[in-house]
């Protein structure tokens, strides 16, 4: 069965920080772009991060932006979101998303819907507290 599966998430203090991990069962990594998405209840899903494993560019939304690092540890076939300096805003279910096309991803990421992406995580609750 292919599918991500995303850890890492938990309750951190403003300021705080945490690193969320996307593993892949039943695929590899290797040749796909990986997105971090989020979603707070109510809000609608925003786009945070993605990297293209093929050549490692990165691509960030400006909220996250000099906060956050997408890397990727080829031996484990692992993504990482590293999130330094939380803020209350940060607060939200993060999801990770892979596709084969690394096109398909950015237009997915930017407007942040996540359409059309081939493989979703279940999500990791990531809370920050004031």
């Known amino acids: 069965q292919v599918q991500l599966v995303e850890s890492g998430g938990g309750l951190v203090q403003v300021g705080g920080s945490l690193r969320l991990s996307c593993a892949a069962s039943g695929f590899t990594l290797d040749n796909y772009a990986v997105g971090w998405f989020r979603q707070a209840p109510g809000k609608r899903r925003e786009g945070v991060a993605c990297?293209?494993?093929?050549?490692?560019?990165?691509y960030y939304s400006p909220s996250v932006k000099g906060r956050f690092t997408v890397s990727r540890d080829n031996a484990k076939d692992i993504i990482y979101l590293q999130m330094d300096s939380l803020e209350p805003e940060d607060t939200s279910v993060y999801y990770c998303?892979?596709?084969?096309?690394?096109?398909?991803?950015?237009?997915?990421?930017?407007?942040?819907?996540?359409?059309?992406?081939?493989?979703w995580g279940q999500g990791t609750l990531v809370t920050v507290s004031s």
């Open positions: 990297i293209d494993n093929k050549n490692g560019k990165t």
């Open positions: 998303a892979a596709d084969i096309s690394p096109l398909k991803m950015i237009q997915a990421i930017v407007p942040g819907d996540g359409k059309g992406l081939e493989v």
